[in-house]
């Protein structure tokens, strides 16, 4: 992210929390700081880790609280993973998502054709409040692509030589044979 996105984003943190009379704790700022500086979308878990090093007092629990907060505040969002927790974004507006199934990698794409025209059916539009849409574009990651064509390389590899293997089996025992007579 470039310095003056970063800068912004802090400033509006800073805003926010001042508009809500939030105290812009040391926890908040860091934790803020962490997933600000991200573009993996990382889990609660993977920040409270990053965010010990820096306070080692904080509790798992204070962790997650001040996530939850952030995300209250719309400062990080919270973004739809293959993996059962929740990832943190700390991109705002709308954007979209390829999600690797094999890694969970989610990587950012940010276009604004996609999604136009997208409206819930009237049957649901009417009972629920949307805020937002995010497209996820569900598959493997190019390097989840080379490993998985290297494993099937390996089996091809292995399946030849064990056929090699049987083929020289029988040669040697077609020798014996002809050596017998
Ligand atoms: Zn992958
Ligand atoms: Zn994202």
Redesign the pocket.
């Known amino acids: 992210m470039d310095p003056a996105e970063r800068k912004a984003r802090c400033e509006r943190f800073a805003r926010l929390c001042r508009e809500r009379g939030l105290a812009r704790t040391v926890q908040r700022r860091v934790i803020f700081e962490i997933v600000a500086e991200r573009t993996d979308h990382p889990t609660a878990d993977q920040v409270f880790e990053l965010a010990r090093k820096r306070l080692p007092g904080l509790s798992r629990t204070t962790a997650y609280r001040v996530l939850e907060l952030l995300a209250d505040l719309g400062v990080v969002t919270k973004a739809c993973s293959p993996g059962a927790a929740t990832r943190f974004d700390p991109m705002t507006q709308r954007h979209h998502h390829l999600v690797?199934l094999?890694?969970e990698?989610l990587v950012d794409i940010v276009d604004e054709r996609l999604g136009r025209g997208v409206a819930l059916p009237a049957a649901q539009a009417r009972s629920f409040q949307v805020r937002d849409f995010s497209i996820h574009f569900h598959g493997?990651?190019a390097?989840?692509q080379r490993q998985a064509r290297a494993k099937q390389r390996g089996t091809v590899d292995q399946s030849n030589r064990a056929h090699q293997r049987g083929l020289e089996r029988q040669r040697a025992s077609g020798r014996q044979e002809r050596s017998k007579r």
């Open positions: 690797c094999r890694c990698k493997l990651c390097a989840c």
